[in-house]
């Protein structure tokens, strides 16, 4: 009989390794041979003669720890487009006649929403047409089951065992289940949308278009927090898509702009933004959704294209209404996601030199996998002269503007993740400040009078997000305001057990997606939910999100007060408008 100790390694064993398997979406046959050799395991130990030396016994013990990690390699997480819906034998929609052809859908489990998922709206940017306008897409024969979502943009990605610790550890939130253990592709073939909408009689409804962030680097249009689902469910037609991301959709060269017939280059996810718009315009009507009342949102990056898209001439009419939601490039000097053409230029050319290509015809015979890597030296929008003519600040201060009115706001933890790592304790405080604000630093330290290391952190992050983040949102409601356009403002203050009030942490509850059941939430959060869901549904709606029994929620024409979504739902004075005006003397704004 085998003593207490192996059986307790055997078992520590098969648990970690059963967690690893779990945690990287291998396949499920990776668990059965796991338990599979764990009973082999037993029955050679069984067999060693009595007195056999311990080297033996180790040497076993060795060879299954080499056959598990065969197992963990040979069971590598398989590739598989995501579903549109979850659950088994869903219900198809029925058929939907848009301009290429025509396509079905599936409906929930629960028979409210329908989804309509990988429907492209330009064709595939691949071989001649990388670094290209899009293009209209082909027709198709037959019907198109839209049933799963397209790959995301050609991105960077990590091994699904990082992704999960991320999940665990930023959002501590985690799902075991064996029904998601595969990864979902990434191709450069990713120009289709998505497209959600309520179940059952339906005309003329209000359409909202998500653009998703990631840094203009990484991100998909199919993630939980941001599901069309949750607005669907109320009336509204909700559509996502993915555009071109990283060195795919952001790249600049010479070369590019004198082969374009519009002379653009630089702006190719942008440009696919307004594609998607197009599309929309042309086939929404289709789905039962009114082209004339269109929104459009976005998150972070998504954000960023969506102020941009606020004053491009190509965007003119495709939308009245925007949301945007902790990113803006509308400041004169944007603090990401934004530079001049100039350097547009040389960033292109350098990556050329590092790949050895001396014309743009080279470049397109790289794989995808060898210029994805590039991406965080291409992810920024630019004044190409096409999409955009001027600086969106330009644009604003001459009066020009798409959006007949504007939701938008910034979370009180914004900097949080990215100033996770970066300690802040008292001494380095005021280092850290006069470094950034110079001959103005006495001004910001009179600001913040700090007297321990986590008073200090906690001011660090404030600024670190007033600088990144929260000022360009005032930047905005200035120019808002200064071309009458009615401009509400919000800050996102609600801790919770998952992301809270971190960078991204208001989608779940401003899209309605707070999942049921979870004890990661409170009443208050699903309270609060419905609170911010009713205000974006009269945005979408009306251009003004009040209504009868929501708290008052005025134009921030002075741009002195915005509404604070968190324990309570009401109006706050902006408490750092001193510091964003020391910050625009910094930057000679």
Not at 81 to 105: D, I, N
Not at 472 to 496: C, M, Q, R, S, W
């Amino acid at each position: 009989m085998r003593s207490f100790g192996f059986w307790l390694v055997l078992a520590l064993t098969v648990l970690v390794f059963a967690a690893l398997l779990e945690l990287n979406k291998n396949s499920v046959w990776g668990f059965i041979a796991l338990l599979a050799l764990a009973v082999l395991y037993v029955i050679a130990a069984a067999k060693l003669p009595e007195g056999t030396k311990w080297i033996a016994k180790f040497g076993l013990w060795l060879l299954f720890a080499a056959l598990l990690a065969g197992v963990f390699l040979l069971s590598w997480p398989r590739t598989k487009r995501v579903p549109a819906a979850e659950g088994r034998s869903l219900s198809r929609t029925e058929t939907v006649e848009v301009s290429q052809g025509s396509l079905r859908g599936v409906i929930t489990a629960d028979g409210r929403v329908e989804v309509f998922a990988g429907v492209p709206y330009a064709k595939p940017p691949v071989g001649e047409l990388r670094w290209k306008e899009p293009q209209d897409p082909d027709k198709w024969e037959g019907v198109l089951e839209a049933d799963h979502f397209a790959p995301m943009s050609m991105q960077p990605t990590s091994m699904p065992l990082v992704d999960s610790l991320k999940q665990i550890i930023g959002y501590h939130d985690y799902k075991i289940s064996l029904s998601d253990n595969y990864v979902a592709p990434v191709s450069e073939d990713s120009l289709y949308l998505n497209i959600w909408r309520p179940a059952g009689e339906r005309e003329k409804l209000p359409v909202l278009v998500f653009i998703h962030g990631g840094s203009l680097q990484t991100g998909q249009p199919w993630y939980g927090d941001y599901s069309g689902e949750g607005l669907a469910r109320q009336g509204v037609i909700v559509v996502n898509m993915g555009y071109r991301l990283g060195v795919f959709g952001f790249m600049a060269a010479e070369e590019f702009a004198a082969e374009s017939p519009n002379g653009t280059t630089g702006n190719y996810g942008l440009l696919d933004q307004i594609k998607a718009l197009e599309w929309v315009r042309d086939n929404i009507a289709a789905f039962g959704g009114d082209p004339e009342n269109v929104t459009v949102s976005g998150e972070s990056a998504g954000a960023a294209c969506v102020s941009a898209l606020c004053t491009s001439p190509l965007a003119k009419g495709l939308f009245r209404r925007a949301v945007i939601e902790s990113s803006t490039v509308a400041s004169k000097e944007p603090p990401h996601s934004f530079r001049l053409f100039g350097e547009a230029i040389k960033s292109g050319k350098e990556l050329m030199e590092r790949h050895n290509c001396a014309s743009v015809s080279e470049l397109r015979k790289l794989s995808a996998k060898e210029l994805v890597s590039e991406a965080y030296t291409q992810h920024h929008i630019t004044v190409d002269g096409y999409a955009l003519t001027e600086t969106p600040y330009e644009s604003y201060k001459k009066g020009v503007h798409n959006e007949e009115a504007l939701m938008h706001g910034y979370n009180k933890e914004e900097s949080a993740a990215f100033i996770l790592f970066d300690r802040t304790d008292l001494k380095s405080f005021e280092s850290k400040v006069r470094k950034t604000f110079g001959e103005l630093a006495d001004e910001v330290l009179a600001l913040y009078p700090v007297s321990s290391d986590r008073e200090a952190a906690s001011a660090w992050a404030e600024i670190w997000g007033a600088l990144f983040f929260d000022r360009a949102h005032y930047d905005l409601n200035v120019l808002a305001a200064e071309n009458g356009i009615p401009v509400y403002e919000y800050t996102f203050t609600k801790k919770n057990g998952r992301l809270g009030a971190w960078h991204s942490g208001e989608m779940v509850y401003l899209y309605g997606n707070v999942p049921e059941g979870s004890r990661l939430y409170t009443e208050r959060d699903r309270e609060l939910s419905g609170e911010m869901t009713a205000y974006l549904l009269n945005f979408v709606k009306y251009g003004d999100p009040n209504e009868s029994g929501l708290p008052a929620w005025p134009v921030n024409s002075a741009s002195d007060e915005l509404m604070e979504f968190g324990e309570t739902t009401s109006l706050i004075k902006e408490r750092k408008i001193a510091l964003y005006e020391i910050m625009g003397r910094m930057k000679n704004d």
